[in-house]
Structure formats: structure tokens, C-alpha cells
């Protein structure tokens, strides 16, 4: 438990030599902050909302959408809800605690596999599923007491927010409606928490990737997301009551890559903690799904660019590639092209 960054890095004064990154994968000491990324009101004409968020998805495979349908309140409240549970003592988190990544719910710290990793990111990690509620919720943690209550009304809103958005790019991409709702049976979340790190030109907060779902959904209220565009890292600025909106790759695939799906990374900063709270929706890995371009996209005139792939077997490659030491060379899409 002594490994939570929250744990030990209150007061201290330098970054430890297993949290200093080689100096390709600092954040380095400037990032323009991009201005351009599309901010979509889904009040508004739902022809023109379509439009928008299809060149958006084009151009960034990444938005931000106000007016979505989950309250001010209910997103004041959650943000309130993961600041104390961050800031509980130690012993009211060992329930829902582990060192070994891949329990139900669980808080864990940097990466993947924190024993084998040569150096660690700065966040501390609480993931657990969704959907269905009642499947997932009784594992999720005592405490604060209102959690289950909080989080649960809370993923049923993000859910609603999450199908509706997904039936406006399906129906800018021309495919049926509800087309999405066979690839995005699971839902998930992973709140993570950045504290304030003494030199964050050394230490990354989370690096380099972009996600193996069909999209991702990010509250937050602290800068600290950056994208890579054009071959260059932006900063994303924070928009009260906003979501971010990140295409995934399985988006990427779905749309024969007429849609982006962004590399991002997490930086941290020295003046106060930063807790993004993440919604991810996929395909359920227990269920034998096949993801390929949809068949109303691959034309003569463009062609099918991947192959059908089986699901499990595409995050067991994008896994084997996170875990990998060293620089990453290619994406999980690779051996999938044709």
C-alpha cells in the first residue's frame, strides 16, 4: 500500500530516480495549448450537432461536449466523491487495493505491472466496471459510504450521454441506428489521480497511447491532458461541466479509418493534484466479438483496409505492446492491415 504515490509524495522535495523518465518520454518544458478542438452543444439542431461531431472525429478524433444531459450537480458531486476517497487514510482503501492489475475493481499505482516497470508513471489508479450495475457494484469500494449510490446514478447519466453520441457518429458515418450497441455491451471506468509532483518536466503522469475501446468519456476540471496533433503534443484546456470525447481504436477500425482515434498522455503539475475521472465503452472480452469495418463503409472506392479481427485477441496484442520495456515501435493495428 506504501506504493500509492498519494501515500508518500505530501512534502517531498525532489522526484525519486524511479519516477524520473528517460528524457524522450518527458513532457519537456512547453506545450502550446491547442485551441481549435471543437466544443459541441447537444442542445442544439441535431443535423448540425452530426455534422460537427463528424469533422471532429475527422480532423481531432477528439471534442468536448457541453449541454450533454449529466448535471452540474451530479458532476460537482463526483469530483468531490474521488477527492476524498483519494484522500482517505490507507487502511479504509485496503478492500479494493492490489499490487497484481487485472482484479475487478482495483487501486493500483502507475502502470500495468508496477514490479516489472524500469520506471513509473505518477498516478495512482481506481478502475472498475460498470454495466450491468448490478453485477459491478458490490464490488466497489465501502468507502465514502455514498459511493455505490454516487457512481451508480452517475455511470447510468454517462451512459445515456455515451449511446447518444455514439448514434450521431454512427449516423454521420450512414449506418443504421443503434449499429454501436453490439460493440459496447461493457462499460468501465479508471479514475486517476495526480498529486502535485516537485518538478513535472521529470515525471510523466501517464504516457503516450491511445485507448483499445470504442470511446472514452473524461471529466475534468485541472489541465493536464495533452494530444498529439501534426506530429506535436497540445494541451487540452479544461471546460467547466465539459466531457472530452476520444475516439478509440476500435472506432478507427469500425469506420475503415475515416475516423482518428488520438494518441494522448497526462501530465502533472506542482501546484495542486489533478483527478480525471474516465469513462471507456467496448465490447464485452468474455463474448467472442468480431470487429471489422462495417460493411456499409468498405466500397469500391474505398476499399477494406483491415481485417475482421477477434477482439480478445486484439487487446491481448495491444497489452503484450504496452508491457513491452523500452520505446514502442508500431501500433496494435499493424498486423491487422491488409
Known amino acids: 500500500m506504501a506504493l500509492l504515490v498519494s501515500s508518500w509524495s505530501n512534502g517531498v522535495q525532489s522526484v525519486p530516480q524511479d519516477y524520473i523518465m528517460p528524457p524522450e518520454k518527458r513532457p519537456g518544458d512547453f506545450v502550446t495549448v491547442c485551441k481549435d478542438i471543437p466544443v459541441i452543444n447537444l442542445q442544439n439542431d441535431r443535423s448540425e450537432i452530426v455534422q460537427q461531431i463528424l469533422k471532429a472525429c475527422q480532423e481531432f478524433g477528439l471534442f468536448q461536449v457541453i449541454n450533454h444531459g449529466v448535471s452540474e450537480e451530479m458532476m460537482a458531486d463526483i469530483r468531490v466523491l474521488y477527492d476524498e476517497f483519494f484522500n482517505m487514510p490507507i487502511e479504509d482503501k485496503l478492500s479494493v487495493y492490489s499490487e497484481n492489475f487485472g482484479k475487478g475493481c482495483t487501486l493500483y499505482t502507475s502502470g500495468l505491472n508496477y514490479a516489472k516497470e524500469d520506471v513509473h508513471f505518477w498516478k495512482d489508479t481506481l478502475k472498475h466496471g460498470c454495466h450491468p450495475l ?9 468507502k465514502p459510504a455514498r459511493y455505490r449510490e454516487e457512481v451508480g446514478r452517475y455511470v447510468v447519466e454517462v451512459r445515456k450521454m455515451g449511446f447518444k453520441i455514439l448514434d ?9 441506428e443503434g449499429y454501436f450497441a453490439g460493440v459496447s455491451q461493457e462499460q468501465s471506468m479508471a479514475i486517476n489521480h495526480y498529486p ?21 468519456f473524461l471529466q475534468q476540471d485541472q489541465y493536464g491532458l495533452q494530444i498529439q496533433k501534426d506530429g506535436k503534443w497540445m494541451g487540452i484546456d479544461p471546460i467547466p461541466n465539459a466531457f472530452v470525447v476520444n475516439l478509440g481504436y476500435l472506432l478507427k477500425i469500425i469506420s475503415n479509418e475515416k475516423l482518428k482515434s488520438v494518441e494522448h498522455r497526462g501530465v502533472t503539475n506542482s501546484i495542486a493534484s489533478r483527478t480525471s475521472i474516465v469513462t471507456f465503452f467496448g465490447p464485452n472480452p468474455g463474448l467472442p466479438i468480431i470487429i471489422e469495418p462495417a460493411k456499409k463503409i468498405v466500397t469500391s472506392s ?11 485477441d486484439f487487446i491481448a496484442n495491444y497489452l503484450a505492446l504496452l508491457r513491452k520495456p523500452g520505446p514502442r515501435n508500431g501500433t496494435p493495428l499493424d498486423p491487422y492491415r491488409l
Open 196 to 216: 502535485p509532483c516537485p518538478d513535472p518536466s521529470l515525471a510523466m503522469g501517464i504516457g503516450g497511447h491511445t485507448d483499445p475501446n470504442l470511446i472514452t
Open 134 to 142: 448490478e453485477e459491478h457494484s458490490p464490488s466497489w469500494p465501502d
Open 302 to 312: 474505398s476499399p477494406q483496409i483491415f481485417k475482421s479481427i477477434q477482439y480478445n
Open 168 to 176: 450521431m457518429i454512427g449516423e454521420g458515418l450512414g449506418l443504421t
